[in-house]
């Protein structure tokens, strides 16, 4: 595993120039956070043993829920409040949160790696997995491709998709690893 500033071998960058899991807050809205942190947390029973156990143990240590020692035995609303402080300023949060959301969707896997290789995505050594969720995004979509375009392209691949337009940005970020250029407001 390399440490921060070590180069990337595969892509002659250094691996401190990659952003950490929770920079995607800059690319989602706050009633989607919102959304996403409702689903995770809806029904545990849907995630693989080694998901659900970090998920579960992360809330349990990191989440704190004012009256209740054992957050997950606080009501949903006020785990999901607690619970998005922690996903706009922690990666290892942000990383257990998106684990378990990216399952709820991995059905869609093949729809997903076929349309984004067809819009020129290459898959960043750290995703999906992002085993260090400090040094887990890279930056830069393939030239002209922006959301429009990637969300056509994937509902062109499976017309019976079952996700909402932010949906399948954020998947197709995490399933890649590539968050878009930030682009420079014009004025005037």
């Known amino acids: 595993m ?58 349990k240590n990191e989440v704190k829920v004012s009256g209740f020692r054992n957050p997950l035995t606080a009501p949903k609303r006020l785990l999901v409040r607690a619970s998005e402080k922690l996903f706009e300023t922690d990666a290892h949060f942000v990383k257990a949160v998106l684990n ?16 984004l290789a067809s819009l020129g995505f290459k898959n960043s050594t ?6 260090d969720p400090i040094n ?22 499976d017309d019976k998709l079952e996700m909402s337009d932010d949906q399948i940005i954020l998947y197709s970020i995490l399933r890649t690893g590539f968050l878009p ?7 005037g």
Do not use: C
């Not at 250029?181 to 004025?187: A, C, P, T, Y």
């Open 136 to 157: 887990a995004f890279d930056q830069g979509w393939p030239e002209g491709v922006d959301y429009p375009k990637v969300i056509d392209t994937v509902r062109k691949e």
């Open 2 to 59: 390399s440490s921060p500033g070590q180069l990337d071998l595969e892509k002659g960058t250094k691996m401190s120039e990659l952003k950490p899991l929770h920079v995607i807050n800059v690319f989602i809205e706050p009633w989607f956070r919102q959304e996403i942190i409702e689903s995770v947390l809806t029904d545990f029973s849907v995630y693989s043993d080694e998901v659900r156990k970090a998920l579960a143990q992360t809330l």
């Open 100 to 115: 378990a959301w990216t399952q709820l969707f991995d059905r869609y896997n093949p729809t997903f790696d076929k349309a």
């Open 181 to 187: 250029e930030e682009k420079e407001e014009e004025n």
């Open 126 to 131: 750290a995703a999906p997995a992002y085993a």
